[in-house]
T-cell receptor
Framework: SQTIHQWPATLVQPVGSPLSLECTVE??????LYWYRQAAGRGLQLLFY??????ISSEVPQNLSASRPQDRQFILSSKKLLLSDSGFYLC??????????FGSGTRLTVV | QKEVEQNSGPLSVPEGAIASLNCTYS??????FFWYRQYSGKSPELIMS????GDKEDGRFTAQLNKASQYVSLLIRDSQPSDSATYLC??????????FGAGTRLFVKA
């Protein structure tokens, strides 16, 4: 069966510090991978998506970046965090048009 | 800008009643629609998908789609306290992009 792992679960980082969040998928090949952010009480905002290794599409200009070094690995990074980067970060995968499976999420607080 | 609109709620229903959740979408080109359930502090979980006009039933859940009116709904029969969550409506607009509504909070009173 397919599973998605996302870590860490919670993170408290100071303003200006770097960020690296990792997501891995098991049990499927060539998935579409996504990074979403959910601010408190808000909807999901698509940040990045990837349809293959090294292929990254950015939806929102910001100080975040994403990489896909392996087929089932998706990484979200920042060189310098801002207060506005706080939120609930969700990795998701899909194959075909059957909806998303989300990871358990990372709750990031920038202080 | 492509949008999915939902009433934020909260929607409060007594245990055993039918909960009716609604959403509208702006992109007429959207072909696939989804409902996700999100418990507080947790990630969303896919509960229903619907692709054609009409009703689709799965257990206590029924999704309804009306593409002419750009309207999607979710009915939960025999609501249980464990159904209390935020329900997100989503529309696949193509090009690997799915737009999510902000969600409707549902409270089921025991």
């Amino acid at each position: 069966s397919q599973t998605i792992h996302q870590w860490p679960a919670t993170l408290v980082q100071p303003v200006g510090s770097p960020l690296s969040l990792e997501c891995t998928v098991e049990g499927t090949s060539n998935p579409n991978l996504y990074w979403y952010r959910q601010a408190a009480g808000r909807g999901l905002q698509l940040l990045f998506y990837s349809v293959g290794i090294g292929q990254i599409s950015s939806e929102v200009p910001q100080n975040l970046s994403a990489s896909r070094p392996q087929d089932r690995q998706f990484i979200l990074s920042s060189k310098k965090l801002l207060l506005s980067d706080s939120g609930f970060y969700l990795c998701a995968w899909s194959v075909g048009d059957y909806g998303y499976t989300f990871g358990s999420g990372t709750r990031l607080t920038v202080v | 800008q492509k949008e999915v609109e939902q009433n934020s709620g909260p929607l409060s229903v007594p245990e055993g009643a039918i909960a009716s959740l609604n959403c509208t979408y702006s992109d007429r080109g959207s072909q696939s629609f989804f409902w996700y359930r999100q418990y507080s502090g947790k990630s969303p979980e896919l509960i229903m998908s619907i692709y054609s006009n009409g009703d689709k039933e799965d257990g206590r859940f029924t999704a309804q789609l009306n593409k002419a009116s750009q309207y999607v709904s979710l009915l939960i029969r025999d609501s249980q306290p464990s159904d209390s969550a935020t329900y997100l409506c989503a529309a696949d607009t193509g090009g690997f992009k799915t737009i999510f509504g902000a969600g409707t909070r549902l409270f089921v009173k025991a």
